[in-house]
């Protein structure tokens, strides 16, 4: 039976609970247990997979085809145990699937009310996997006192409650303001979340504390003193330069000790650290910098490119070189002359994304690299700008385009060199989709299998002429392009295993121009770097050696 570790904010969100979780996570692995983190999100929404990156970050995509919160990708990175369907969930699928049992008749006529149903659904969906891993660690979205938040509060009150003693604990995440009027730190707001938490029953058994300025003994004496915790479980959190130190931060803080204390479990292993003390080993000893242009649409908000801005991050680790990635947004090009942009920089991104919007400034960017022999990495959408790019420039079809743009426009105005995709294989069946479907889940999610071409630089790469990747997208190259395509310099080095589906693109007689259908940072981790990531920022250091 595994143990239970709920992680709640409190005062205001964006505390960094999911770096919190994730990091604990990595400290229990030192220790030699194993675990698994969850997120349970309050908002309605079924999935995040229709949200708007301005609203809510990028979407990671699990093995198993769920679009979920990034937190998940905080998870994945900092433990290597791949997120499955079942790590997250959200108020939206808890309603849905209560609704969708008592249209079936489950519940036997019975007036459907939160308290049983939906605290049960909860209850169940956080039982999954129980016997798999010896801690589970289930992160709850926002802060306590928010109503929409109440149904997973009480439900965790009850879970608590229905298990053995010792088996659950809550680990709560505060701010202390600093106040530079008074040059004071202010417990009051942690007394307070505190108190909200134990009106409903609830109450922590460890407090981390964020800061901007150092907790003065005093200070951790008192917050003990008022919230009834131990005051060695009041853990001090600080603002660090990299995310990688967290694990490292969190240990020298005590945390990790804290909380098998609380769960009772003396003497507790010894850590081995090795792994985090090598991260940040080649974080803080590079022997150069590169600099990366990311040509993207939704360049105000770093969050929405999350896992690409550190999946560079440990391509740079490889290579023990920093990686200066720098936000472009792609819409300028279509005004300007990219090269005044993209000239001092080392290599070229260009990301996934929905829309029109930017399209044309991504084309030019990758016609740019090309051109100018510059290393370019595509990811899904980035793929299919070079593919557009090279059939204008190339191979003669001056109005090549996207389906997606003429649907979204409602008129045709390009030849589709990129198409809908209706169907396609997964598993031992065909998946058939429309163009009116619903957008919720309806796309090509998940891990699919490519085979390489033996001998192509994506074979090198990868070490391997067959690899997985996850997906997430509903428009594909279309594959009657290919040798109009082949015969000008753009190899189709990655299909699908049937031959249908491309999945890679390389330039032939380029140094390094990459373009892949799939997400290849989903899969980065920063003591296993993607090899896609590791070779680019490699081939962005030639270039920075040469210049």
Same mark, same amino acid.
């Given at each position: 039976?595994?143990?239970?570790?709920?992680?709640?904010? $409190?005062?205001?969100?964006?505390?960094?609970?999911?770096?919190?979780? *994730? *990091?604990?996570?990595?400290?229990?692995?030192?220790?030699?247990?194993?675990?698994?983190?969850?997120?349970?999100?309050?908002?309605?929404?079924?999935?995040?997979?229709?949200?708007?990156?301005?609203?809510? $970050?990028?979407?990671?995509?699990?093995?198993?085809?769920?679009?979920?919160?990034?937190?998940?990708?905080?998870?994945?990175?900092?433990?290597?145990?791949?997120?499955?369907?079942?790590?997250?969930?959200?108020?939206?699928?808890?309603?849905?699937?209560?609704?969708?049992?008592?249209?079936?008749?489950?519940?036997? $006529?019975?007036?459907?009310?939160?308290?049983?149903?939906?605290?049960?659904?909860?209850?169940?969906?956080?039982?999954?996997?129980?016997?798999?891993?010896?801690?589970?660690?289930?992160?709850?979205?926002?802060?306590?006192?928010?109503?929409?938040?109440?149904?997973?509060?009480?439900?965790?009150?009850?879970?608590?409650?229905?298990?053995?003693?010792?088996?659950?604990?809550?680990?709560?995440?505060?701010?202390?303001?600093?106040?530079?009027?008074?040059?004071?730190?202010?417990?009051?707001?942690? /007394?307070?979340?505190?108190?909200?938490?134990?009106?409903?029953?609830?109450?922590?058994?460890?407090?981390?504390?964020?800061?901007?300025?150092?907790?003065?003994?005093?200070?951790?004496?008192?917050?003990?003193?008022?919230?009834?915790?131990?005051?060695?479980?009041?853990?001090?959190?600080?603002?660090?330069?990299?995310?990688?130190?967290?694990?490292?931060?969190?240990?020298?803080?005590?945390?990790?000790?804290?909380?098998?204390?609380?769960?009772?479990?003396?003497?507790?292993?010894?850590?081995?650290?090795?792994?985090?003390?090598?991260?940040?080993?080649?974080?803080?000893?590079?022997?150069?910098?590169?600099?990366?242009?990311?040509?993207?649409?939704?360049? /105000?908000?770093?969050?929405?490119?999350?896992?690409?801005?550190?999946?560079?991050?440990?391509?740079?680790?490889?290579?023990?070189?920093?990686?200066?990635?720098?936000?472009?947004?792609?819409?300028?090009?279509?005004?300007?002359?990219?090269?005044?942009?993209?000239?001092?920089?080392?290599?070229?991104?260009?990301?996934?994304?929905?829309?029109?919007?930017?399209?044309?400034?991504?084309?030019?960017?990758?016609?740019?690299?090309?051109?100018?022999?510059?290393?370019?990495?595509?990811?899904?959408?980035?793929?299919?700008?070079?593919?557009?790019?090279?059939?204008?420039?190339?191979?003669?079809?001056?109005?090549?385009?996207?389906?997606?743009?003429?649907?979204?426009?409602?008129?045709?105005?390009?030849?589709?060199?990129?198409?809908?995709?209706?169907?396609?294989?997964?598993?031992?069946?065909?998946?058939?989709?429309?163009?009116?479907?619903?957008?919720?889940?309806?796309?090509?999610?998940?891990?699919?299998?490519?085979?390489?071409?033996?001998?192509?630089?994506?074979?090198?790469?990868?070490?391997?002429?067959?690899?997985?990747?996850?997906?997430?997208?509903?428009?594909?190259?279309?594959?009657?392009?290919?040798?109009?395509?082949?015969?000008?310099?753009?190899?189709?080095?990655?299909?699908?295993?049937?031959?249908?589906?491309?999945?890679?693109?390389?330039?032939?007689?380029?140094?390094?121009?990459? $373009?892949?259908?799939?997400?290849?940072?989903?899969?980065?981790?920063?003591?296993?770097?993607?090899?896609?990531?590791?070779?680019?920022?490699?081939?962005?250091?030639?270039?920075?050696?040469?210049?």
């Amino acid at each position: 039976m595994a143990r239970y570790i709920f992680i709640t904010g $409190g005062v205001v969100s964006s505390l960094g609970k999911g770096l919190a979780s *994730a *990091a604990l996570g990595a400290l229990l692995q030192a220790r030699g247990y194993t675990v698994r983190l969850r997120k349970l999100d309050p908002y309605l929404n079924v999935d995040p997979g229709t949200m708007s990156p301005f609203e809510h $970050g990028e979407v990671f995509v699990t093995d198993d085809g769920a679009e979920t919160d990034l937190d998940l990708g905080h998870y994945e990175r900092f433990t290597g145990v791949s997120a499955r369907q079942t790590d997250s969930i959200s108020s939206g699928r808890i309603y849905s699937n209560v609704l969708e049992k008592e249209r079936r008749g489950d519940y036997l $006529g019975k007036t459907i009310q939160v308290i049983p149903h939906v605290t049960n659904e909860i209850k169940d969906f956080l039982r999954i996997g129980d016997d798999e891993v010896d801690f589970m660690l289930c992160e709850i979205g926002g802060t306590v006192g928010d109503i929409e938040g109440l149904p997973f509060f009480e439900s965790i009150r009850q879970f608590i409650h229905e298990r053995p003693r010792g088996q659950s604990i809550l680990m709560h995440l505060t701010l202390l303001p600093y106040l530079a009027a008074s040059g004071e730190l202010k417990t009051k707001p942690t /007394q307070h979340s505190v108190k909200e938490l134990q009106s409903i029953g609830l109450a922590p058994d460890v407090l981390v504390c964020r800061s901007e300025h150092p907790i003065p003994d005093r200070e951790l004496e008192k917050i003990a003193l008022f919230c009834n915790v131990r005051k060695e479980h009041v853990i001090p959190a600080y603002d660090l330069k990299t995310i990688y130190e967290a694990p490292l931060a969190y240990h020298r803080a005590g945390l990790d000790q804290a909380v098998l204390d609380a769960f009772g479990i003396t003497p507790a292993p010894k850590p081995n650290l090795t792994r985090w003390v090598d991260v940040m080993d080649r974080l803080t000893h590079a022997e150069g910098e590169v600099r990366v242009a990311i040509v993207g649409k939704y360049t /105000q908000l770093e969050d929405a490119y999350k896992s690409i801005a550190e999946a560079l991050t440990h391509g740079g680790m490889a290579n023990r070189t920093k990686v200066r990635a720098e936000w472009i947004d792609a819409e300028i090009f279509e005004r300007e002359d990219p090269a005044a942009h993209l000239q001092d920089f080392h290599a070229i991104l260009v990301p996934g994304g929905f829309g029109e919007r930017g399209t044309e400034g991504k084309i030019k960017a990758a016609q740019f690299a090309r051109e100018k022999k510059i290393p370019y990495l595509g990811i899904c959408l980035g793929m299919q700008m070079a593919v557009i790019e090279s059939a204008r420039n190339l191979a003669g079809v001056a109005n090549a385009g996207s389906e997606e743009f003429d649907h979204e426009a409602g008129a045709k105005r390009f030849t589709p060199v990129v198409y809908h995709l209706k169907e396609w294989i997964q598993g031992n069946h065909v998946v058939a989709r429309k163009v009116g479907d619903d957008k919720g889940g309806t796309m090509r999610l998940g891990a699919y299998t490519a085979a390489l071409t033996p001998g192509s630089h994506v074979a090198q790469i990868y070490g391997s002429t067959t690899i997985e990747e996850r997906h997430r997208h509903r428009y594909e190259v279309d594959a009657k392009y290919i040798k109009q395509l082949e015969t000008c310099g753009l190899i189709f080095s990655g299909m699908s295993p049937d031959g249908r589906l491309p999945e890679i693109v390389e330039v032939k007689d380029h140094p390094w121009f990459i $373009g892949v259908q799939f997400h290849p940072e989903l899969k980065s981790k920063p003591f296993a770097p993607h090899p896609l990531f590791a070779d680019f920022v490699r081939a962005a250091k030639d270039v920075e050696r040469l210049v």
